[in-house]
């Protein structure tokens, strides 16, 4: 065998282990910067109607509120591009702990915002942050995590992003009322809490070891070994038995630099075309969805029903609540029931769902309540569906261009379905006409459907199935030799 080339059972060794404590700490320590992300979020489509109040200490206009959203989802895409090229490059672990850190600080000092354009510079570098998580995050989460477990869990993780938006109504009910608290101070507090949240999440990350099929492919394989080694003596211990043998042959690994661009579009074009339509489909529809009506959800509920900025919270909880139990509750489905079948089912459901709620709201039905349980019962089904579409970009790529290939697709998607997203609902609100906000509510419901329709003709079996079975590694070669150990 050439010396650049090892005989790797390290994705074999992590598919094969059971169920354990150290599998939590992995969800718990990565999946909480969803709940911060939800937090913060949900604490901005609380407070955009308080921004517009002189009391606030920032007295911005209502297109000023949504294009802070956008400016926050730029951010995001730019950090994603960044940090997940330095995630390929340079690993999981370091990128996923500078990406945190990047996001807390800016979140911080958010709090100290006197004006739109200093508040608009630390949104744009925190989302820079969290952009940059979603590549390391995913990529670390797919490849630490048994190919059984892999679909519910990466459901779960995303999933948590509406535990935190829970937090952050709970947090909007107190910090937005100014009987409890002055206007001023009230969702700067908010942003400092996240910031301290933030901090105590780095901490225990430092638990986290670096991926070891990234060691593998990068010219590390002892130390991949010992990693893999260190895990199986922690599930032992927690699980009190025996781990089984791999199963399946080795991968060869065939040391050489997979890490760019160049490599990224050779995949996305030349060698999974197909798989390409899917992801830009599946992001870009969801990321219209969500980031048109989430975050304009306070403003919709002030200008149409009249709903008090203190007393959005209180609409915003329920809606988490269904945003959560999509993911969580159908999540094991997307591992047995299959990936094809329960993606194109959310999908469509919430779209039409979506067309439906909007004629209501067209012909003046909803109240206040009845517009947030409507949104509750869509949102359940779009939740499972956007997160797995993040499931979907992170797993049907090859490994050594994971990160940025997750990171162009969230670009891409977002940039397409997001960005102008809140910004155009924002000056439709502004102009009062439900007419105008029921074609944007459809244009929402036909994206949905029309990716139900893609995932049902190209999508991926990947349930069940190990990493580098769906996308075989660019420094694999064909041949494996061997049998497990």
């Known amino acids: 065998m050439a010396a650049n080339v090892v005989e790797s059972y390290v994705p074999a060794r992590m598919d094969r282990l059971p169920w354990s404590r150290w599998h939590w700490l992995v969800v718990v320590a990565l999946g909480i910067t969803w709940i911060l992300d939800g937090l913060e979020v949900t604490v901005v489509g609380n407070i955009a109607s308080r921004w517009t109040e002189p009391e606030s200490g920032l007295n911005l206009t209502t297109s000023q509120a949504g294009l802070a959203a956008s400016i926050y989802l730029a951010g995001a895409v730019i950090g994603a591009i960044g940090f997940s090229y330095l995630t390929d490059k340079y690993g999981r672990k370091k990128l996923f702990l500078i990406t945190l850190a990047t996001y807390l600080i800016a979140s911080f000092l958010t709090a100290f915002a006197t004006n739109f354009w200093y508040l608009a510079l630390f949104r744009f570098i925190a989302g820079a942050g969290i952009g940059g ?4 995050i995913y990529s670390a989460v797919d490849e630490l995590i048994p190919a059984r477990f892999r679909g519910q869990v990466a459901l779960a993780i995303s999933g948590s992003y509406w535990v935190g938006a829970m937090m952050g109504s709970a947090l909007s009910i107190v910090l937005l009322n100014p009987a409890i608290v002055d206007q001023y101070y009230g969702w700067r507090i908010a942003f400092l809490l996240g910031g301290v949240l933030g901090l105590a999440v780095l901490l225990i990350r430092r638990y986290v070891p670096e991926s070891p099929r990234w060691l593998a492919m990068h010219n590390q394989n002892a130390a991949a070994e010992q990693t893999v080694a260190d895990i199986e003596g922690q599930v032992r211990r927690s699980t009190g038995r025996d781990l089984p043998p791999p199963e399946g042959p080795p991968v060869l690994i065939e040391y050489r630099d997979e890490t760019g661009f160049a490599s990224v579009f050779k995949a996305m074009f030349k060698i999974y075309p197909k798989r390409t339509i899917l992801g830009l489909t599946l992001l870009a529809s969801q990321a219209f969805l969500y980031n048109a009506i989430f975050f304009t959800y306070g403003l919709i509920l002030g200008q149409f029903y009249g709903v008090d900025a203190a007393s959005v919270g209180y609409y915003i909880f329920p809606f988490a609540v269904g945003n959560v139990l999509g993911p969580w509750l159908l999540g094991r489905f997307f591992d047995t029931i299959g990936r094809i079948p329960m993606i194109s089912g959310c999908y469509l459901i919430s779209g039409a769902l979506l067309a ?43 490994m050594e261009i994971r990160a940025l290939a997750i990171a162009i697709f969230y670009a891409v998607g977002t940039g397409i379905g997001g960005v102008l997203a809140p910004a155009i609902f924002g000056i439709l609100i502004e102009g009062g006409r439900r007419a105008d906000l029921f074609l944007a509510y459809l244009l929402g419901a036909a994206v949905m459907i029309i990716a139900a329709i893609v995932e049902i003709f190209l999508g991926v079996k990947a349930e069940g199935q190990s990493l580098e079975s769906v996308a075989r590694p660019l420094t694999a070669r064909e041949e494996a030799t061997g049998a497990p150990a």
């Open 133 to 136: 998580e979603y590549s390391a």
């Open 356 to 398: 439906f709620t909007g004629y209501l709201f067209l012909q003046g039905t909803l109240t206040a309540v009845t517009q947030t349980l409507m949104w509750c019962v869509i949102f359940f089904f779009a939740s499972a569906a956007a997160s797995a579409a993040y499931l979907t970009v992170s797993e049907v790529f090859p």
